[in-house]
């Protein structure tokens, strides 16, 4: 047996949609607003998971430029039938409103790191789309939005059959549960003459839950279980909360497990916060005498410790090749390119050209990876030329556009003269500038003037929900401003729906012409498990 540890994979990486194909286990997860769309991590153990690829060309256009903060690619749902892969999910473009404005599209390859054929657009019912094959019929499932004023936006599960090569609807789309309770993200699967849908039930934060359903047709009538698979909503005390939108594979031996995502809080004043996000948990089933599945060590919370059983010798896997800013970096609303990230023009240095401001939904300059442990510190070497108040460069910890702190090279007036934007003066100062936003507003918290010109090597420390800034001067650690309040950038501050997970990276600024560059090197970030 195996001992894995949960979560498996850390720190955003929520919705996880899990695969067997032979012996390797694949799990695609949500990217929202960010790219690469759609990341693949792929094991043969259950215990340690590697990034095996991302869905390339996911969104029409390659960009997501506009889409709000956490809109983007919702919970993508892998599948095989036998030949290739098959992945569907929704592009969401408004988030907090009745509507959505949803997409939902289907993609394949052979491999599931290879290349993935365009985007085909299919029925847009609602988000959490998922595919279901048997005997050579394709099957689409979905959540129905209802938008009308008055309607229930969660209206029920729905299915439509699709046609294998040309993904048109064939007849017509057939209603199969409705519940008092939220479902959503339905996943189907066949075993003994059943069929099973297993849903997300109670929203995806701390009511979050597992539901599973059955009929004898694939059509229904189906009927609930009368207790869930898996939550964790009735016991705060679990080091796992939000247990949620799950998927039962089966493994090569004949025993069950389920993927699912969970979040690790830290206790605030104002409540647990989660800002590393919802990440992916697996757990083992077995099946009760009654046809019903139910996790392995009994109950329905979910486990930290799990024994899986071990898998069977086989060769290492030989990495594909990577893109220059490929896993684990990340880039907002589009990928990295090379008009604004680049690596050649000074060898061992990454130069950003400064664009939008960080709270742009076009063209913020900034590459970012994920926090995966509630103990980290990032740090990097900065070298820039602000000569406006315009243009800024440093390190920062991201969540959103309404939640971010960040420590930047900057310009700034004279000391003790007002911020008047004199800078056509040619006076003023280079500076670090240590700014604190939230949904109220952004606050400036420390300021520190430091040599015009020189690399200044910037870091952050982070305590639990504390982050402490801080540069390097003379060899020594000198802190910036005051420890930050860390567990705003998470997915259960403010009052605005959020479903991503902290960031910390790089970026650079130019609100007047985009010529303002910034180079940086010896970017790390170290996340040190409890």
């Known amino acids: 047996m195996t001992l894995l540890h949960n979560p498996v994979i850390r720190g955003f990486a929520p919705d996880p949609s899990m695969v067997r194909v032979g012996d390797w286990y694949y799990v695609a997860t949500s990217s929202f607003e960010w790219y690469p769309t759609i990341p693949i991590h792929r094991s043969r153990d259950l215990a340690h998971w590697e990034y095996a690829g991302h869905v390339r060309g996911a969104v029409p256009g390659d960009t997501l430029g506009g889409v709000p903060d956490s809109g983007g690619v919702w919970a993508p749902s892998l599948s095989w039938d036998g030949e290739r892969f098959w992945v569907v999910y929704s592009v969401v473009r408004s988030v907090g409103t009745p509507y959505f404005d949803v997409d939902t599209y289907v ?14 657009r299919v029925a847009s019912h609602g988000f959490d789309p998922a595919l279901f094959h048997q005997d050579g019929r394709l099957w689409l499932l979905n959540l129905q939005n209802d938008h009308r004023p008055g309607g229930r936006r969660f209206a029920g599960i729905v299915l439509t059959e699709l046609d294998r090569e040309t993904l048109t609807a064939v007849g017509d789309t057939r209603l199969l549960l409705q519940h008092e309770r939220l479902i959503e993200g339905p996943k189907l699967l066949r075993r003994d003459g059943w069929y099973y849908l297993v849903l997300a039930e109670g929203g995806t934060g701390f009511e979050h839950g597992v539901l599973v359903a059955r009929g004898r047709a694939i059509t229904g009538p189906y009927e609930l279980d009368d207790r869930p698979l898996l939550t964790s909503r009735d016991d705060p005390s679990l080091p796992l909360q ?3 939108h799950a998927e039962l594979v089966e493994t090569p031996g004949g025993g069950w497990v389920l993927s699912h995502l969970t979040a690790r809080p830290l206790p605030t004043p104002d409540g647990p916060r989660c800002s590393l996000g919802r990440e992916t948990a697996i757990q083992t089933v077995v099946w009760d005498a009654d046809g019903w599945p139910r996790l392995g060590h009994g109950g329905w919370h979910p486990a930290v410790e799990v024994e899986v ?105 004279p000391e003790g003269e007002d911020q008047r934007g004199q800078q056509w003066r040619g006076e003023g100062r280079t500076v670090l500038s240590l700014v604190e936003r939230d949904e109220e507003c952004g606050r400036q918290s420390a300021v520190v003037e430091v040599d015009a010109g020189a690399p200044v090597t910037l870091g952050v420390t982070v305590e639990g929900t504390e982050a402490r800034f801080w540069f390097v001067r003379d060899g020594a650690r000198v802190p910036v401003g005051p420890p930050l309040d860390f567990s705003r950038l998470s997915d259960d501050y403010g009052s605005r729906l959020r479903f991503t997970g902290a960031m910390a990276g790089i970026h650079a600024r130019d609100l007047v012409d985009a010529s303002f560059t910034a180079d940086f090197r010896g970017f790390r970030l170290t996340c040190m498990p409890d």
Do not use: M, N
């Open 107 to 120: 993609s394949t390859s052979p491999d599931a790191a290879g290349k993935w054929s365009a985007p085909h």
């Open 309 to 413: 059983p071990a898998p069977g010798a086989h060769e290492p896997h030989a990495p594909g090749p990577s893109e220059v800013f490929g896993w684990p970096w990340s880039t907002l609303r589009s990928y990295a390119d090379p008009s604004w990230a680049d690596t050649t023009t000074r060898p061992g240095w990454i130069r950003l050209r400064g664009r939008h401001g960080p709270e742009s939904r076009w063209a913020h300059s900034l590459l970012a990876q994920r926090i995966t442990e509630h103990r980290a510190e990032a740090e990097v070497t900065v070298e820039a030329r602000p000569s406006t108040f315009t243009q800024a460069a440093g390190l920062v910890l991201w969540y959103c556009a309404e939640s971010y702190l960040s420590l930047d090279l900057t310009w700034a007036e």
């Open 242 to 244: 939000k247990a949620g």
